[in-house]
T-cell receptor
C-alpha cells in the first residue's frame, strides 16, 4: 500500500536547466508534504516543505508546487547544479506519521 | 559534531543471531524514530518514541524491539535475524510532534545490516 509514489526512478538534466521531480499521493488527509535530499552513505536531509493549504512554496532555487485536486506535488530546481545530483525523497505527513516515497535519483550533467 | 549518530554503520551477521543498533541525538529533540530502507528503496517507518513513550509501532515482527532509555537515545534490538531483515536502518529525530506542523526529521547516516 504505497501512499506516496515517485514513479520516476531517475532523471538526468543538463547543468543550468530546470529539474522537475514528481510525486503522487493517495491519502487526502496528509497535512504537510516535504522533500528530502540524500547523498550516498548519508541520511536524508530536509530540503523544503509545503502545507496542504498552500499551492506553492519557494526557497532559493527550490520550489514545491502542490495540486491537491490531482493529489500531486512537484519539486522544481532552477538552475540545476552538479551538486544537486542526489536521491530526492518525497514525504507526506499525516497525524504523527511521515511516509516516504521510493525516491528519484537526479543526475545533473556538467 | 554529529547531530544524529548511529552505530554500527555496517553490520554483517548470520541468520538466527541477535543484534542491536544504537542511536543517539544531541539536538534536544523529543521524538525519535526508526525507519527501514529495503531493497525497493522505500523508507518505511517502524517505530517512534516521544519522551521515552512508544507512539508509533507499525506492523513489524516482534523480533524487533526498540528501547529508549532516555529521550536522547533510541536503540533497536533484533532477535533471530532473518535474510529479509537485510536493509539499511535509519534513525531520525524531530521536535515534539504537532499535528499542524511540518515535523522535519533529522536523520542519522544509516546502519547497513546484512544477514547471511
Amino acid at each position: 500500500d504505497q501512499q506516496v509514489k515517485q514513479n520516476s526512478p531517475s532523471l538526468s538534466v543538463q547543468e543550468g536547466r530546470i529539474s522537475i521531480l514528481n510525486c503522487d499521493y493517495t491519502n487526502s488527509m496528509f497535512d504537510y508534504f516535504l522533500w528530502y535530499k540524500k547523498y550516498p552513505a548519508e541520511g536524508p536531509t530536509f530540503l523544503i516543505s509545503i502545507s496542504s493549504i498552500k499551492d506553492k512554496n519557494e526557497d532559493g532555487r527550490f520550489t514545491v508546487f502542490l495540486n491537491k485536486s490531482a493529489k500531486h506535488l512537484s519539486l522544481h530546481i532552477v538552475p540545476s547544479q552538479p551538486g544537486d545530483s542526489a536521491v530526492y525523497f518525497c514525504a507526506a505527513k499525516g497525524g504523527f506519521k511521515t511516509i516516504f516515497g521510493a525516491g528519484t535519483r537526479l543526475f545533473v550533467k556538467a | 559534531d554529529t547531530a544524529v549518530s548511529q552505530t554500527p554503520k555496517y553490520l554483517v551477521t548470520q541468520m538466527g543471531n541477535d543484534k542491536s543498533i544504537k542511536c543517539e541525538q544531541n539536538l534536544g529533540h523529543d521524538t525519535m524514530y526508526w525507519y527501514k530502507q529495503d531493497s525497493k528503496k522505500f523508507l518505511k517507518i517502524m517505530f517512534s518514541y516521544n519522551n521515552k513513550e512508544l507512539i508509533i509501532n507499525e506492523t513489524v515482527p516482534n523480533r524487533f524491539s526498540p528501547k529508549s532509555p532516555d529521550k536522547a537515545h533510541l536503540n533497536l534490538h533484533i532477535n533471530s535475524l532473518e535474510l529479509g531483515d537485510s536493509a539499511v536502518y535509519f534513525c531520525a529525530s524531530s521536535h515534539l510532534l504537532y499535528r499542524d506542523r511540518a515535523n522535519v526529521l533529522t536523520f542519522g547516516a544509516g546502519s547497513r545490516l546484512t544477514v547471511l
